[in-house]
C-alpha cells in the first residue's frame, strides 16, 4: 500500500489512486489548476484531503 504524509500525519492510499493524484500534482505544479482533492485512509477511517500551495507533502509508493 501507497502512503502520503500531510502535515505530519501518514494516510494510506490505493496504488491507482496515488497514480491519479500524481498526474493532478504534476497540473498544479504546472499552474492548470488552484489544488489537488485526495481520499486517503488513517487509522481505518476515510479522510479527504485539500492540497493546496505551501502545504508539505511526501508522497511514498
Known amino acids: 500500500m501507497s502512503r502520503i504524509i ?3 500525519v ?3 492510499i490505493s496504488q491507482t489512486r496515488l497514480a491519479a493524484t500524481q498526474e493532478m500534482l504534476q ?3 504546472e ?3 488552484t489544488g489537488v482533492a485526495v ?3 488513517h487509522d481505518g ?3 479527504h484531503l485539500y ?3 505551501g502545504t508539505p ?3 511514498i509508493e
Open 57 to 59: 507533502i511526501t508522497l
Open 10 to 12: 501518514t494516510y494510506e
Open 39 to 41: 481520499t486517503v485512509t
Open 31 to 33: 499552474g492548470k489548476s
Open 51 to 53: 492540497i493546496t500551495r
Open 6 to 8: 500531510f502535515n505530519g
Open 45 to 47: 477511517s476515510r479522510h
Open 27 to 29: 497540473r498544479f505544479v
